[in-house]
């Protein structure tokens, strides 16, 4: 056997191997769904920990393309939901597939500014479920949502090692957009949720349920709000690649999903949504031309397209024509509760995933209703009080400052436009913020926002693997030429 072929021989076997998982999976995953939808759940989880632990590339993307479709599993058991699962399985796959090749850990878990301001504002949360309040089923619920969110953001900055990386996860993004307005436009047109909606979601929270049909599109969401959420943490992405993508296919691709998008956000008729896309427009008209006289023209474009549009939206639905009083009275009932549950424990608050139970001390809420604050800021105040809301900040700061670094310094047309879309995204979750807190409700919303923040995280482990070998090599170099004693 020639030195060729038997370098090749390793790699023929793990494809055979990956090819006989694939098969197998398949065939377990028909007979789970024939079974039982939970059996499905385990199989489905198994398949994800066995394929990330041999580092099939594809699994990322698959994972990214189903990110909103979110089945609710009828267990009683913290992990309420198949994408929290499937996290939790990725995270364990690739932790093994690092320990099997050798590689270092600490720099994985713990390097990066990012990285350790995520870490501090989950230990935040944890211990102001825990420790400092009594723990409650609701709080253990998110608390396992925010650790696959944590899982999540570890196997993504592990997997997203090159430019071709970042590309093909944010082609499989718009690709999942697409469908997801699809299938909001299919709602629209038939006047209802659908019965495939039924049937994807036929087990859900009290608290989740939507209110019965009112023009509003979900598409694969738990609700409209967070549907207008999720798309504005994606136009983002559109954008970039629609103005500095090198590639045709690459620009069409986002202008399609960029068009598709803002038709679904306006039929989703979240007010608070519409306003961070405008917030998005004005951000991206300021700060992607080349030229000051270029972006001026920008800046002048968005403001007509943006008056004329709410004039036009205004006249098609009635609920953007203004805030009406209902709407009015409950937010301010809302917030004045929201205040008094963090004057209650300003400093740790409530504890993560508690504000809905503990609203209902503060205020009177009707039998049945389940009521977030309606606000990103408040509800933070609320739930992990001034350390928590400080450590969601830091994360933020150091977040956009490192996508700053992606955006200017980077090379890499890919990475810069990841680093504008990060920055454009958390731009517009902190602008809805304003008005409506879509986390804990919709989880395909926080997974997305997470996957964004990976961004940011896995640009800073490349730029520190790539300063540690510089540093080897002048340290190798060095000792090379240095003369003998």
């Known amino acids: 056997m020639t030195r060729s072929a038997e370098m090749a021989a390793p790699g023929n076997q793990s494809t055979r191997w990956i090819e006989l998982l694939l098969v197998t999976s398949s065939v377990a995953l028909t007979f789970a769904a024939w079974f039982s939808p939970l059996a499905l759940a385990l199989v489905a989880g198994a398949a994800v920990l066995l394929l990330a632990g041999m580092r099939f590339r594809p699994l990322l993307l698959a994972i990214v393309l189903f990110m909103p479709v979110n089945p609710y599993l009828n267990w009683d058991l913290p992990i309420r939901d198949l994408q929290t699962l499937l996290r939790f399985c990725l995270f364990a796959g690739t932790l093994l597939a690092r320990q099997r090749a050798g590689q270092p850990m600490w720099p994985w878990l713990f390097s990066g500014r990012v990285t350790r301001a995520l870490l501090g504002y989950f230990a935040v949360a944890v211990l102001a479920a825990t420790v400092f309040n009594p723990p409650t089923g609701a709080a253990a619920r998110e608390l396992m949502r925010l650790a696959s969110y944590l899982c999540f953001y570890y196997a993504v900055i592990d997997w997203l090692r090159t430019e071709k990386d970042v590309k093909a996860v944010l082609h499989v993004l718009l690709v999942a957009t697409i469908v997801v307005t699809l299938f909001g436009f299919y709602q629209y047109m038939i006047g209802d949720y659908s019965s495939l ?9 009290e608290a989740l349920k939507n209110p019965p049909w009112a023009g509003r599109i979900t598409s694969f969401l738990s609700h409209y709000n967070g549907l207008a959420a999720y798309l504005n943490m994606v136009i983002p992405v559109c954008i970039g690649l629609a103005v500095r993508a090198k590639d045709k296919f690459s620009r069409v691709l986002a202008w399609t999903c960029l068009v598709f998008s803002s038709f679904a956000l306006l039929l989703t008729q979240s007010r608070g949504g519409l306003l961070a896309y405008v917030a998005i427009l004005l951000l ?10 270029a972006r001026l023209r920008w800046v002048a474009a968005v403001l007509v397209f943006s008056l004329s549009g709410a004039v036009l939206a205004g006249q098609i639905f009635t609920r953007l024509q203004g805030v009406d009083l209902y709407t009015e009275v409950t937010r301010l009932g809302i917030w004045a509760g929201a205040g008094l549950v963090f004057a209650g424990n300003p400093v740790i608050g409530v504890g993560y995933g508690n504000f809905k139970t503990a609203l209902t001390s503060a205020i009177a809420v009707p039998d ?8 990103l800021y408040l509800e933070l105040l609320a739930e992990t009080g001034i350390i928590g809301f400080a450590a969601f900040a830091i994360l933020i700061i150091a977040s956009v400052r490192c996508a700053r670094r992606m955006f200017c310094a980077s090379d890499e047309a890919m990475i810069s436009i990841a680093g504008f879309a990060v920055i454009a995204a958390i731009t517009g979750v902190l602008v809805h913020g304003m008005v409506e807190y879509v986390f804990h409700n919709s989880p395909q919303c926080a997974a997305m926002f997470f996957l964004l923040v990976s961004l940011a995280g896995a640009y800073e482990l490349k730029t520190s693997r790539i300063s540690q070998t510089r540093s080897a090599t002048a340290n190798s170099q060095q000792l090379s030429t240095s003369p003998e004693c």
């Open 284 to 293: 991206s008209a300021y700060v992607l031309p080349r030229s000051g006289k």
């Open 368 to 375: 049945g209703y389940m009521l977030d604050a309606h606000n």
């Open 197 to 205: 909606y039924e049937a994807l979601y036929p087990i859900q929270d």
